[in-house]
């Protein structure tokens, strides 16, 4: 098994780059040649990445969750008679 010359937070950041050039309209092949990789391995990278959710989503989704939870928290709280130092004040 060959070793992977990128790791997946590298290929994350040179997507994120390649997204800013074509942004301001450069071809794949410039974008590929700027990134070091070839035109193959950059639309290979494009197609694994359809698949998965940026890291960002990814943590987006799982502080929702916690926040989710932790109102459900405070909710229960409360209605067992809880009360806070502010609002009893």
């Given at each position: ?27 794949i092949v410039d974008i590929a040649r700027e990134l070091g990789v070839t035109r193959v391995t950059y639309y290979r ?45």
């Amino acid at each position: 098994m060959l070793k992977r010359r990128y790791t997946a937070e590298e290929v994350e950041q040179k997507l994120a780059l390649a997204d800013a050039l074509l942004n301001e309209g450069y071809k794949i092949v410039d974008i590929a040649r700027e990134l070091g990789v070839t035109r193959v391995t950059y639309y290979r990278w494009r197609q694994d990445q359809a698949g998965e959710k940026p890291a960002m989503v990814r943590r987006l989704e799982q502080l929702e969750r916690e926040n989710a939870d932790l109102r459900r928290r405070l909710a229960d709280l409360l209605r067992a008679g809880y009360r806070t130092e502010a609002a009893a004040a």
